[in-house]
T-cell receptor
Framework: DTEVTQTPKHLVMGMTNKKSLKCEQHMGHRAMYWYKQKAKKPPELMFV???????INESVPSRFSPECPNSSLLNLHLHALQPEDSALYLC?????????????FGSGTRLTVV | GIQVEQSPPDLILQEGANSTLRCNFS?????LQWFHQNPWGQLINLFYIPSGTKQNGRLSATTVATERYSLLYISSSQTTDSGVYFC???????????FGAGTILRVKS
């Protein structure tokens, strides 16, 4: 299995809702990442988990809360989002936190906040 | 911070044509990848190429790390090659993958 699987593919949520994005990989990768991508822009790093511990938080607002329950799973909990948070959220994994052998990305969750 | 510059920003090709995309980076990097993002948003890994040359079918890539650039060659382009091509570099410090702004490629039939 050489894939990163993200669910759901599309999500529409109100500003008072709580929702979660899920990401799963079974490649034995020990580093996992959340990226945010706005239209016509490159992906921007949000969080890095290395060996199930949060190692980087790129000053992301607290309404985004990551969680890594085990080495295969990565969640992103969403609460009280704003319309400007609408974007494509991409999950990625790599064999180690040094980026050796490259990154594998999921197909993303397209989030719309109304 | 490191600058990753891609050129050209936009490219329109007739089906069957060849093209070269360029990625310049301003500092030493540990690793470099080329990705293709299709119209549905999927980021597909094309090459992991910190140095040297690799080929995969109609695509090939070359990275000259000492001169801080990488090139992606697309030969005999097809309409399915359309999308955005990103170069991304891995910084040893900061432990992060940094993307260039991308090249938007449109292949017309």
């Amino acid at each position: 299995d050489t894939e990163v699987t993200q669910t759901p593919k599309h999500l529409v949520m109100g500003m008072t809702n709580k929702k979660s994005l899920k990401c799963e990989q079974h490649m034995g990768h020990r580093a996992m990442y959340w990226y945010k991508q706005k239209a016509k822009k490159p992906p921007e790093l949000m969080f890095v988990y290395s060996y199930e511990k949060l190692s980087i938080n790129e000053s992301v607002p607290s309404r985004f809360s990551p969680e890594c329950p085990n080495s295969s799973l990565l969640n992103l909990h969403l609460h009280a989002l704003q319309p400007e948070d609408s974007a494509l959220y991409l999950c990625a994994s790599s064999q180690d936190s040094r980026g050796n052998y490259g990154y594998t990305f999921g197909s993303g969750t397209r989030l719309t906040v109304v | 911070g490191i600058q990753v510059e891609q050129s050209p920003p936009d490219l329109i090709l007739q089906e069957g044509a060849n093209s070269t995309l360029r990625c310049n980076f301003s500092d030493s990097v540990n690793n470099l990848q080329w990705f293709h993002q299709n119209p549905w948003g999927q980021l597909i890994n094309l090459f992991y190429i910190p140095s040297g040359t690799k080929q995969n079918g109609r695509l090939s890539a070359t990275t000259v790390a000492t001169e801080r650039y990488s090139l992606l060659y697309i030969s005999s382009s097809q309409t399915t090659d359309s999308g955005v091509y990103f170069c991304a570099v891995y910084l040893g410090y900061g432990n992060k993958l940094v993307f260039g702004a991308g090249t938007i490629l449109r292949v017309k039939s």
